[in-house]
């Protein structure tokens, strides 16, 4: 248990359907995270939020839409996507978004592993 | 982007045999961090290493990060099946402009299994 939960776990959806991700964190963080995670390929940074605001947005597709209501929960809304969207997709949160500090960790989600049919 | 490369790529190996997997890249990293994520699950943070040369051991794992702080290795004694996971190692190095800050820059992960 690392303080941070995903849901759903799975999610198959058509390319038509519009649903959402949620993440939640009980660290008492300030900065959250998307990442996408691909067979053989990094973890590529989607957003990242620090203290609500949206911080970063590494040219992702608008199909795409994050949203962070407070510090404490993070969604991913998703809308048209396509069969190369399917990953699994991870949230992080840590405590600032400064990242890389030798004190500064990133918490992870157990993931949502999406199907794009 | 900063390039990781890890290696190998794909490891599988008995139960008790030592073990080694690489993390490097041509940029110089502010610090290093290993990762490992078992199936099903996100990665779980294992080490930060920060100053060039340094060794850090959590166990039987040993972690170095190299001189010139642009790679890393990871050394495991007599593993175990429960070492088997996907090990992540990611780089802080500061974010393109506009932006402040450090962002982490992660490899492509090194798929262990341990073979009981």
């Known amino acids: 248990e690392t303080g941070v939960t995903q849901t759903p776990r799975h999610l198959v959806m058509g390319m038509t359907n519009k649903k959402s991700l949620k993440c939640e964190q009980h660290l008492g963080h300030n900065a959250m995270y998307w990442y996408k995670q691909s067979a053989k390929k990094p973890l590529e940074l989607m957003f990242v939020?620090?203290?609500?605001?949206?911080?970063e947005n590494n040219s992702v597709p608008s199909r795409f839409s994050p949203e962070c209501p407070n510090s404490s929960h993070l969604f991913l809304h998703l809308h048209t996507l396509q069969p190369e969207d399917s990953a699994l997709y991870l949230c992080?949160?840590?405590?600032?978004?400064?990242?890389?500090?030798?004190?500064?960790?990133?918490?992870f989600g157990s993931g949502t592993q999406l199907s794009v049919l | 982007t900063q390039l990781l490369e890890q290696s190998p790529q794909f490891l599988s190996i008995q139960e008790g045999e030592n073990l080694t997997v690489y993390c490097n890249s041509s940029?110089?990293?502010?610090?290093l961090q290993w990762y490992r994520q078992e199936p099903g699950e996100g990665p779980v943070l294992l080490v930060t290493?920060?100053?060039?040369?340094e060794v850090k051991k959590l166990k039987r794992l040993t972690f170095q990060f190299g001189d010139a702080r642009k790679d890393s290795s990871l050394h495991i004694t007599a593993a175990q099946p429960g070492d088997t996971g996907l090990y992540l190692c990611?780089?802080?190095?500061?974010?393109?402009?506009?932006?402040?800050?450090?962002?982490?820059?992660f490899g492509t992960g090194t798929s262990l299994t341990v073979i009981p």
């Open positions: 990611a780089g802080a190095s500061t974010r393109p402009v506009p932006y402040t800050g450090n962002q982490f820059y």
């Open positions: 992080a949160s840590s405590r600032s978004a400064q990242g890389g500090k030798n004190n500064e960790k990133l918490f």
């Open positions: 290493v920060v100053t060039g040369g």
């Open positions: 939020y620090n203290f609500k605001e949206q911080t």
């Open positions: 940029s110089v990293f502010s610090s």
